[in-house]
């Protein structure tokens, strides 16, 4: 189903909720605005639950039988188990301040796509099986049935929230949207309701260690490859290692990050900086993904497929760990892996060769950010850099959420580009750091069904970004987030033609001089430097 | 629809408790029982919610970050926004709860066509802030009914509150702030299309119950002036459980009594828990230290992985074609 979206056609909206209450408003399921069911095999291959076949857009999504029993038996094992959804689900006071603060209510105007109206689908059903209020009053105490259309109703809107966590900064009590999607999620997962964009690569994922089921020549063939192209480029022979043992350092990176692009410059970047550093690392073909795309299906899944992270670090006995560019593998390994997957206890704190620092804030984890690790040779000009190669562009620069507000890595990214980059301007204030707003693909619904929702969710971002072209000439959008740079260049295409999207260490692959380099006269992509052969001069 | 079932059923508990108070003929059960059983609600009640959510464990660390982490020395933090130490963590948490922080942030979001615009937005952080101090300032100032002799700050408090002598008695200032903050909270609710389309009678019941408490109270101040001592008499009483019923208190302030009392008999279960709620927040009350400080969830459990082993042995064959070492040979 291929949807053609013309432009002006989604500006068509208002704020204004409609007549009828929310409770009586079905969602409406119109072709571009959710994604397709996960597919039999993959639900079966992970194990799950009431793998079949089905599509939303069919009236019967064949639930089992007692599909009713098991929600309300999985919301109360969970509200056992997790203080932030008993809370979130009691203390809400619809005082509306998230209201405005989501991307997709912005760019859609839809009412349950405000935050406290979002987690309203799920509060009104635990009002209604879990409090005496709900039980004796009913609608009058914010209560309803579970019925098929509520649970159509959270598929829809469960799966049209990004867990950004844009609206939890805003709201007194720090309600947490991402909680409540994910806990929606799990539910709806328990009676096989789900998502193929999900599904598949997290089945993908389970299987060859990586979300496109790359197998482990073609993993290496890539990455020599990409030591080819970077040959080319600088005369420069490198040879990354694979699941090589004893190195000192596991470098563990979205696996886009060597097939797709833009993200494929951004692999050169790391490349080029880590050989001329010398930092002695090795990438796994086994641990070949550090995405997770378990975080938006559940938290068991989550835990499964991160589990090889610290196993191969085990293995191949290296000292410590690094992280490439991505959002919500972050979120995982900052948040999450040391409790599921740890404790970590035999690798080492994270010591920069280079500089000597210590890496204190990842002492228990034994993981850093490459964007840690570079601000870090940055700061103590172990580089050689030459920012004027980046002179053809003007770089704005995407703070990705979930580093952003599950995480706080705000400046050392920032560190990177300003000692890369001549020209670079930052969006306005309200639309960056921990206010940032989400690309609108994120937690797994970036598919190309689902395309609708995701201008949609993605103008925010894009008014912002056209900001800053229309006064600074901004061309180039820079973010830390395979997401971002798989769905951005298409909501930059639709709002803001123009600006392209890179990593942030394709910029500082850019303007790294490396030694022995031949004469470049060209950046990663191999367009020339501004100015062609002068500027290098 | 749902504003008017509200205010319906707010004006027909205060008829109702009105006629209880004038015909019922049971004195007794409005001053002594009515303010004892909601007492026992309320802390029950609070006692019942804490212990509920704290059955629940925290398994996961996830603060929701608002600023700056703490990484590289030479990097400012985002401090209280996001806070790495306990310390921190108690500066974030006195700031929510004393100054809403959060709130603070608020902005407006105006769309014209493809572009969005942000504007200051502070109304709701102010109403919210006025109103709870006020509140607050209202509930000590009631101390002085409950204590002999009175302690000084609560004469101070109600000297300083007082100090506009515009009237006589003196209008004390939070009366009138307070009565701001909630036509203003009850007014935005009722005119934001979209706040109106998402509340429910749960966000207009305790509002309206609030409204009718603050002008129960303040008629008997200005308007239609009660006895004091026999107030008085009464309040000392419950508090050392010697309840009296005296003569001289009127109708108008049993039915504020009444109020009261459903106030706090309803704030454990429904949303007014909040007050309690906020501190156990965890996207707020935990310090961002997930790499550096090992969290442990109680219930986990292990999981079914795919091992190194298994991927070995599925993918052997590529794997030795395409030059990787083997740990089986």
């Not at chain 1, 009431?50 to 009236?59: A, I």
């Not at chain 1, 010591?351 to 570079?374: L, Q, W, Y």
């Not at chain 2, 079932?5 to 049971?26: K, P, R």
């Not at chain 2, 009678?201 to 309206?208: H, S």
Request: net charge positive; with cysteine; glycine share 8%.
């Amino acid at each position: 189903m291929a949807i053609k979206i013309q432009p002006g056609e989604l500006v068509q909206y208002d704020y204004r909720p409609p007549r009828r209450g929310w409770m009586d408003e079905p969602a409406p399921f119109r072709p571009g605005t959710y994604s397709h069911a996960g597919v039999k095999k993959h639900v079966e291959y992970l194990g799950l639950p009431n793998p079949r076949e089905w599509q939303p857009y069919e009236q019967d999504w064949k639930l089992p039988e007692n599909w009713k029993e098991i929600i309300v038996g999985g919301m109360r094992e969970r509200l056992g188990r997790f203080r932030s959804l008993k809370l979130f689900l009691d203390i809400c006071v619809r005082c509306g301040a998230c209201a405005d603060k989501c991307h997709f209510f912005l760019g859609s105007g839809d009412p349950k796509n405000m935050p406290v109206l979002r987690a309203e689908l799920l509060r009104s059903v635990y009002r209604r099986y879990f409090t005496l209020s709900g039980k004796l009053f009913g609608k009058l105490a914010g209560a309803r049935d579970l019925t098929e259309d509520v649970l159509k109703e959270w598929f829809y809107y469960f799966y049209q929230c990004t867990e950004c966590r844009r609206c939890s900064i805003y709201c007194p009590y720090g309600i947490d949207t991402a909680e409540i999607t994910m806990m929606g999620r799990e539910l709806l997962n328990l009676v096989g309701v789900n998502i193929n964009w999900i599904i598949e690569p997290a089945s993908n994922c389970f299987r060859t260690g990586n979300h496109l089921g790359i197998q482990p020549h073609t993993f290496r063939d890539n990455i020599e490859f990409a030591a080819d192209e970077i040959k080319d480029l600088t005369g420069i022979t490198i040879e990354p290692s694979i699941n090589r043992k004893g190195a000192e350092v596991l470098f563990i990176i979205p696996s886009a990050d060597i097939f797709a692009e833009p993200h494929i410059f951004t692999f050169y970047g790391y490349l080029m900086l880590l050989h001329e550093i010398g930092l002695d690392y090795t990438f796994s073909a086994y641990a070949s993904e550090g995405g997770n795309f378990g975080l938006f299906q559940s938290h068991e899944l989550m835990k499964r497929l991160n589990a090889k992270l610290y196993a191969e670090a085990g293995r191949l006995r290296v000292k410590w760990m690094m992280g490439g560019e991505c959002g919500h593998m972050w979120r995982v390994i900052h948040q999450y892996m040391n409790t599921m997957n740890g404790p970590a206890d035999f690798l080492e704190v994270p010591v920069s060769p280079v500089t000597g620092t210590r890496f204190d804030n990842a002492r228990s984890a034994k993981i850093i950010h490459i964007c840690e690790f570079t601000a870090d040779l940055v700061h103590n000009t172990k580089l050689n850099l030459d920012p004027s190669r980046n002179d053809a562009y003007r770089v704005t620069y995407h703070d990705s959420c979930n580093p952003a507000r599950g995480m706080g890595l705000l400046e050392e990214p920032r560190a990177v580009i300003r000692a890369s980059c001549n020209k670079f301007f930052e969006m306005p204030e309200e639309t960056i750091r921990e206010r940032t707003f989400c690309c609108g693909s994120g937690s797994g619904i970036g598919t190309d069904e689902n395309i609708e929702a995701r201008l949609r969710g993605g103008l925010p971002r894009a008014a912002a970004v056209r900001h800053v072209r229309e006064t600074r000439g901004v061309n180039m959008l820079s973010c830390i987030c395979a997401i971002d740079k798989a769905t951005l260049p298409a909501v930059m295409d639709y709002w803001v033609p123009g600006v392209q999207v890179c990593g942030v260490h394709e910029l500082l692959g850019n303007a790294l001089v490396m030694k022995h380099e031949i004469p470049r006269t060209a950046n990663l992509r191999g367009e020339p430097f501004a100015g062609g052969e002068a500027a290098d001069a | 629809m749902i504003p008017l079932i509200s205010f319906g059923l707010m004006l027909f508990l205060i008829a109702a408790a009105l006629a209880g108070i004038e015909w019922g003929g049971a004195p007794y059960f409005f001053a002594v029982i009515v303010p004892y059983a909601a007492a026992g609600l309320f802390l029950c009640g609070v006692i019942y919610r804490i212990i509920r959510w704290g059955l629940s464990p925290v398994p996961f660390r996830i603060p929701a970050t608002g600023g700056q982490q703490k990484s590289l020395g030479w990097i400012r933090t985002g401090g209280t926004d996001n806070p790495s130490t306990a310390a921190g963590v108690w500066g974030r948490m006195l700031l929510e709860v004393l100054l809403f922080r959060s709130l603070f942030r608020n902005m407006k979001a105006e769309r014209a066509g493809e572009a969005l615009a942000y504007g200051s937005s502070k109304w709701l952080w102010l109403g919210a802030l006025v109103f709870h101090w006020s509140m607050l300032a209202v509930v000590l100032r009631h101390l002085r009914f409950f204590t002999e002799p009175v302690p000084a700050p609560v004469a101070w408090l109600q000297a300083a509150d007082g100090l506009f002598e515009t009237a006589l008695p003196p209008v004390y200032l939070t009366d009138i702030t307070l009565c701001a903050a909630l036509a203003y909270l009850l007014g935005r609710r009722l005119a934001v299309p979209t706040l109106r389309y998402l509340s429910l009678a749960a966000d207009y019941l305790p509002l309206l119950l609030i409204i009718a408490i603050a002008v129960t109270g303040v008629l008997m101040r200005h308007v239609f002036r009660q006895d004091l001592n026999a107030v008085k008499a009464l309040a000392l009483g419950l508090v050392h459980f010697a309840p009296v019923v005296p003569k001289g208190a009127g109708a108008l302030f049993y039915l504020h009594l009444f109020l009261v009392s459903a106030l706090a008999a309803y704030l454990p279960f429904g949303k007014l828990v909040h007050f309690a709620g906020v501190f156990l927040s965890p996207a707020r009350n935990l310090a961002n230290t997930t790499r550096t400080r090992r969290h442990v969830n109680p219930w986990d459990y292990p999981v079914k992985t795919h091992t190194y082993e298994e991927w070995e042995s599925e993918f052997a064959e590529k794997l030795k074609s395409s030059g990787y070492e083997l740990e089986r040979k």
